[in-house]
């Protein structure tokens, strides 16, 4: 861990958790640790004495503003009070841990997870400033949703969406972005032959597996949905080879466009955190000018469904966003 943060500079992990039970809106598995169930006196003990540990060792790392829980994913109104019941453990016994949920803010849910990941059309609902009012953070995801009119990780839309989605993110005052998979090349149910795995060059789509699929079944998750990086051409088939393939994955247009995007927000992260710094020596007027550059222009995005599809007026604005960090520093 301290290799990926000096050395590659990560800023956020997860931290898996024992014991808490978890799952998804399809199915999920009841919390016991060590033997003892959730709810019963000696697993409160043995959870606190764990969780207590854990919390202890990453806040003496310096890591624990950059851990989080992630223990259950996209959660039915079914599942909430389960979901409570995980984060009010994880409160009780270890608060400082960041409990992270796939779910937009439902009043349900309040005062369980305290980072939220909605899909980004679910970000604007009834409840989200009082979370962030009292201090809950918030991170965003696309998958197989959304659809147009939204940016999205789909091959058939405009190279531009990925970058634009990280303008948007600014835009919304969104910390974080969450994809759910790079390589997702083949699926299970779609190609049960695992001698002959579906070839992503050949064969775009991301078909369902899991969920109870059954074998056989075809259905469509998007065109390059979970898959941003590709097998070297020689391993493409997904068949063994009698010789080691030594070649490395192959990028798409579509992760290095999300690269892009990330450096355009960090390029608005410096300018905002110069202004803090040495705003206060300038003129009002250049202080101005260089605030307006913070915020996303119309060109760009005006909204989470209308923005360019030219690569132009994002290039023009980071360079704006350039020549005042060069300023300032």
Not at 4 to 31: C, D, K, V, W
Not at 230 to 256: C, H, M, N
Request: net charge negative; with cysteine.
């Amino acid at each position: 861990m301290e290799r990926a943060f000096a050395e590659y500079h990560f800023n956020s992990f997860q931290m898996r958790i024992e014991g808490l039970g978890g799952g998804t809106f399809h199915g999920r598995h009841e919390p016991k640790f060590l033997g003892y169930d959730g709810g019963t006196p000696e697993y409160e003990i043995l959870m606190g004495k764990y969780l207590g540990g854990i919390e202890s060792h990453l806040r003496e790392k310096g890591w624990l503003d950059k851990a989080y829980v992630y223990w259950f994913d996209e959660p039915d109104p079914k599942d909430y009070e389960f979901v409570m019941r995980g984060f009010e453990t994880l409160k009780r016994h270890a608060p400082g841990l960041r409990r992270m949920l796939t779910e937009q803010v439902e009043e349900g849910l309040a005062g369980g997870p305290n980072l939220w990941c909605p899909l980004t059309p679910s970000l604007h609902v009834d409840g989200l400033e009082e979370r962030r009012a009292a201090g809950d953070q918030f991170w965003w995801y696309v998958c197989c949703g959304p659809k147009a009119p939204y940016a999205t990780l789909f091959i058939d839309h405009p190279g531009t969406e990925m970058r634009v989605w990280l303008w948007q993110t600014w835009a919304e005052r969104v910390t974080g972005i969450l994809v759910w998979e790079t390589v997702y090349w083949t699926s299970d149910a779609a190609y049960p032959d695992r001698s002959a795995p579906q070839n992503p060059y050949l064969d775009p789509m991301s078909w369902v597996s899991g969920y109870s699929a059954p074998t056989g079944m075809k259905s469509a998750w998007g065109n390059g949905d979970g898959r941003f990086l590709y097998p070297p051409l020689a391993a493409a088939d997904g068949r063994r080879s009698q010789t080691p393939v030594l070649a490395g994955p192959v990028s798409s247009f579509r992760i290095e466009m999300l690269r892009d995007g990330l450096e355009d927000y960090e390029y608005f992260v410096i300018l905002k955190r110069l202004l803090e710094q040495k705003g206060g020596k300038m003129g009002g007027r250049d202080r101005s000018r260089m605030e307006a550059l913070l915020k996303v222009p119309a060109e760009v995005s005006t909204s989470l469904t209308s923005f360019t599809r030219d690569p132009a007026p994002i290039e023009e604005h980071r360079e704006r966003l350039a020549r005042a960090i060069i300023a300032l520093q």
